[in-house]
């Protein structure tokens, strides 16, 4: 069931995060289903100025091989924390992202309700600074993958 | 122009992207990554770990999302898809910093169902440094299965 508010203070439910010493390479993490919209896709494409009709232009989109509107692949960004509980340490203050590495099959597209399979894949310290690697798998209703991916963030503590 | 036409060292260029204050607190929104890294200045002004940024940032995937948009407008006129995008974050990115996008094609592929080309990316801000890296990879299939 997807939630009908976002809790967008992330210190809320801080106490509650694993912090590095308590995550575990290969541990799922909880996630929610989300149905993905084509509001919360023009949202996400006019704050990075992707503007492209696939993205907007119904009958633009349905003459091409795509058949319809699309959400840019990118996507995913939205698509991370829309299926992340509030208390999941990838929502602690002060998580730096220090790259992230993707694929992508499928588009996702308006209406799609959105499934992540998640995991901590790895954790290590370079420069004494603590990683920690998340691993994700975004899928379709129809458990087609959209796309996979993978990132590298610093933790706070 | 055709997938036949690419080559080895030939430049796809994005647009320039200026972050604001008000275009990262809209980034928040869009992406629902409510991280005080990109909202809170006093809490930037302090230390976490070994980290100091003195200011808040933009997102990095922000930065990921305008090197997306490079991509996909130059593929798909050419019947491309972006297969693959793997970035690294060199240096933050501020408030009224301009960040421009661009790939370099390094290598071309016929496998034996599809057409594929690897490009370097690189990101570089109004002083010339460079603030993200990485590669991307695209198909230029015979038919787009979407």
């Known amino acids: 069931m997807q939630p009908t508010t976002f809790e967008t203070d992330f210190w809320k439910d801080a106490n509650l995060r694993k912090i590095w010493d308590q995550i575990v390479p290969g541990e799922p993490r909880k996630t929610i289903p989300y149905t993905l919209t084509l509001q919360a896709i023009h949202k996400y494409c006019r704050v990075v100025g992707d503007m492209h009709p696939l993205y907007f232009d119904e ?4 003459g091409t091989p795509y058949a319809g509107l699309i959400a840019p692949p990118a996507i995913h960004t939205l698509l991370m924390f829309a299926c992340t509980p509030a208390n999941d340490w990838m929502r602690s203050p002060g998580t730096v992202n220090a790259g992230q590495s993707w694929s992508y099959n499928k588009p996702a597209r308006p209406g799609d309700v959105i499934r992540l399979q998640a995991r901590a894949l790895d954790k290590f310290i370079r420069n004494d600074r603590l990683f920690v690697v998340h691993d994700n798998v975004f899928f379709n209703q129809r458990d087609e993958v959209i796309c996979s991916g993978r990132g590298w963030t610093i933790r706070p503590q | 122009m055709r997938f036949e036409d ?3 060292g030939q430049t796809i260029e994005g ?18 990554d409510y991280n005080p890294l990109h909202l809170d200045d006093e809490y930037m002004k302090g230390d976490f770990g070994k980290t100091n940024f003195g200011g808040v940032i933009m ?5 990921f999302g305008v090197i997306s948009k490079m991509l996909t407008d130059w593929l798909y006129p050419l019947g491309g898809v972006q297969r693959r995008l793997e970035t690294r974050w060199k240096r933050p990115v501020r408030p009224g910093d301009v960040i ?8 071309i592929k016929v496998t034996a169902q599809s057409r594929w080309i690897s490009v370097d990316v690189e990101v570089t801000n109004q ?6 890296s990485g590669q991307a990879m695209a ?7 979407a």
């Open chain 2, 15 to 32: 647009m320039p992207f200026q972050p604001t204050r008000e275009s990262i607190r809209a980034f928040c929104d869009a992406s629902l």
């Open chain 2, 59 to 63: 997102h990095g995937m922000n930065n």
């Open chain 2, 100 to 107: 421009t996008p661009q790939a370099v094609i390094r290598e």
């Open chain 1, 59 to 62: 009958h633009y989109a349905s």
């Open chain 2, 127 to 132: 002083h010339g440094q460079v603030v993200a």
């Open chain 2, 6 to 8: 690419l080559s080895i």
């Open chain 2, 139 to 145: 198909e230029f299939p015979h038919h787009i299965v």
